[in-house]
């Protein structure tokens, strides 16, 4: 499984990966290997999907040395047919960006899922269309038998393997504002394009869901207005209005 975690002391994000380390003597082993990401350098990653790309596996019979290495990472144009669409249900997509827009509130708890690479697929195209401000609040983990926490408090988003005793976040309903069903359209097509543009916005978005939400409603309303082409004063007013609201 990922997990992803914040160091905030020392300004790292970190995106690690686990496996079972049967070959080892003691039974319960495991490897990790752990990406280290300056929090300044979250906003541009094209694709966070990408990083599982770098992981490999540890063994005995092998050199740890290139584990402590830096990794120069180079990013790359996508067109539509680049795109790959996501396979997670489009509410667990939908509760994950909410929840992590909102890092901070009550955490997520879902069952674990059989296959866990389409869950991180998931849970990495969230990760594309938020700024680093509000990624360096969020913490996950795709494989885990009991609840977790990390400095005293749970995980942003987790999928469990064991009975939670309580509610599991995909029992509830959930309800999709335009803004929101803009960025969850990017997300299940696998728009990596779309999240670039509203990482672009970082300065101006923050934190703040508020932000979020102002800079995506303009973006999606002239969009729509381009492809429209209706060119009326109203239009105008409604784009300027929402500028001024924000």
Not at 14 to 35: F, N, Q
Not at 173 to 198: F, P
Request: hydrophobic fraction near 35%; proline fraction near 3%.
């Amino acid at each position: 499984y990922e997990a992803l975690s914040d160091h905030v002391k020392q300004n790292y994000y970190v995106i690690a990966k686990t496996w079972y380390a049967d070959e080892m003597k003691r039974p319960g082993c495991v490897w990790t290997h752990s990406l280290l990401i300056p929090f300044d350098a979250l906003n541009y990653i094209d694709d966070f999907k990408r990083l599982t790309e770098l992981f490999k596996r540890p063994s005995l019979d092998g050199s740890l040395d290139e584990y402590s290495s830096t990794i120069e990472y180079e990013n790359k144009n996508y067109s539509a047919d680049d795109y790959m669409p996501v396979s997670v249900d489009r509410k667990i997509e939908a509760i994950v960006l909410q929840a992590f827009i909102n890092a901070g509130n009550d955490p997520l708890v879902f069952e674990a899922q059989k296959d866990n690479e389409l869950v991180e697929d998931g849970l990495l195209s969230v990760m594309n269309t938020l700024p680093w401000q509000m990624l360096q609040k969020i913490s996950w983990c795709t494989g885990t038998a009991y609840i977790r926490k990390m400095n005293g408090n749970p995980l942003t988003c987790q999928f469990v393997s064991r009975n939670t005793n309580g509610p599991l976040s995909s029992e509830g309903s959930v309800t999709e504002e335009l803004w929101q069903t803009y960025v969850l359209d990017a997300i299940m097509r696998g728009d990596v394009n779309q999240g670039q543009l509203i990482r672009m916005f970082a300065d101006d978005i923050g934190a703040s869901e508020k932000n979020f939400a102002t800079i995506v409603s303009v973006l999606y309303t002239l969009e729509d207005y381009f492809k429209s082409g209706d060119d009326s004063e109203k239009r105008f007013k409604e784009v300027l209005g929402i500028i001024g609201n924000g």
